[in-house]
């Protein structure tokens, strides 16, 4: 069974007692309490392989202001995120016990399925309460309330509630309807010599995600599709995406690519992907993109009829904590 990177959190979000102040000083103070410590969406990590550090509560003193909650692990102990983005590099590295500070991308395929969920999730809520020091209504500086799920205004006359901000993506398999089938692939621009990947593009207001297919597609490539049908989803915290997986037949398909964003198009057959990853990534490693290419070369693309979350590879790290 398949693992998209990011997906098969554990935690129990605790959504409806997050309103609760005396419930979560409680949380935090108790024993089993633990910080996760990012710096500036870096994990700070220990070892070699490394691993993210994680800080018990009772020993995180002022790192405990501020502090994120993420939700409740198996045990039932409160698991919180702690932005020390505020100090140097440096400092950030021994103030939470680690070695190093690493991008994510650089250690998630080493991390069980749940433990690359939750930092992915600390990444996101904590960059998204960076970003929004100020409201964007009236320029007001914003404070953090609801377990740090809200920012709310402080100017009293406008008192806005902001919530974390999720930015919808489309990714697609575009395939032909006649056999053999074959699949449409992008040279992007920034993209090494000789890559191909899927197609994807941001999903504009008015919009549905079977709309924003058929458009990106089009735009990018000049081919039209038919038969948008949902396959996966995926959480993609850089910084707050949400890539939501389909695969499309091709209506037409000769190719016109827009030249901005894509540089090149051209159709696979299952012969010539298969030929093509021999010597290429099929994909990134931590991407959607990778199970939207191998399931299509498995001839096993669908409909999400699995659970692509996975039950959780397990590694040395927080969870263990």
């Known amino acids: 069974m398949e693992t998209i990177a990011y997906c098969g959190i554990r935690l129990d979000r605790a959504g409806g007692r997050r309103a609760d102040g005396s419930w979560l000083d409680e949380l935090l103070n108790s024993t089993d309490a633990r910080l996760i410590p990012l710096w500036q969406d870096q994990c700070l990590v220990a070892g070699d392989p490394p691993v993210p550090v994680a800080i018990p509560a009772s020993a995180a003193g002022e790192l405990r202001d501020g502090a994120v909650f993420l939700g409740l692990d198996d045990d039932g102990g409160g698991v919180f995120a702690a932005d020390l983005s505020g100090l140097d590099g440096e400092r950030a590295v021994r103030r939470a016990g680690a070695d190093r500070a690493v991008d994510v991308r650089e250690i998630v395929m080493s991390l069980g399925a749940a433990e690359a969920a939750m930092i992915g999730y600390a990444r996101g809520l904590l960059r998204w309460h960076r970003d929004l020091r100020f409201c964007g209504a009236c320029g007001t500086m914003t404070r953090s309330e609801f377990a740090g799920h809200q920012r709310v205004c402080g100017n009293q006359d406008c008192a806005r509630l902001h919530f974390p901000k999720i930015e919808p993506a489309v990714i697609m398999a575009v395939e032909t309807d006649d056999e053999p089938k074959r699949i449409l692939l992008a040279h992007h621009r920034g993209q090494a010599a000789g890559r191909y990947s899927t197609l994807a593009g941001f999903v504009e207001v008015g919009e549905s995600l079977e709309d924003a297919v058929r458009r990106e597609v089009a735009e990018e490539t000049g081919v039209q599709v038919t038969d948008v049908t949902y396959v996966a989803s995926q959480p993609w915290p850089f910084p707050s995406g ?40 099929l994909g990134r490693p931590d991407s959607i993109d990778r199970h939207l290419l191998r399931s299509w070369l498995a001839n096993s693309l669908r409909s999400g009829a699995r659970d692509l979350a996975g039950e959780g590879r397990t590694a040395p790290g927080i969870w263990a904590a």
């Open 242 to 281: 949400l890539m939501i997986g389909f695969r499309a037949t091709a209506v037409t398909e000769e190719v016109a690519v827009d030249g901005q964003e894509v540089l090149e198009a051209r159709w696979f057959t299952r012969a010539e992907l298969t030929e093509y990853a021999a010597v290429n990534p």
